[in-house]
């Protein structure tokens, strides 16, 4: 009776979250994190880099209005 019972769990599909979430842990186990002074760096490039873009948007965005401002004013 025991050695049906094993069949029966074999065949059985496994549960579609309990594999995500044990697939996902294995994943996580295997990521290199970074350190927290290479985190702080990174941030800090983050930022610099979005007022970066962020300027670079306005700039445009302002010259775009300028011109539209002329054609169609």
């Known amino acids: 009776m ?8 074999k065949n059985k ?10 697939e ?9 994190w970074p350190t927290w002074s290479e985190a702080r760096q990174l941030t800090g490039l983050v930022i610099v880099v979005m007022i970066f873009v962020g300027i670079i948007l306005g700039i445009t965005d302002g010259a775009a209005r300028g011109l539209l401002g002329l054609l169609f004013g």
Not at 13 to 22: E, S, T, Y
């Open 24 to 32: 996902t842990t294995g994943e996580l186990r295997k990521v290199s």
């Open 13 to 22: 599909k496994p549960n579609a979250i309990q594999l995500f979430f044990r």
């Open 2 to 9: 025991a050695e049906k019972a094993k069949h029966k769990n």
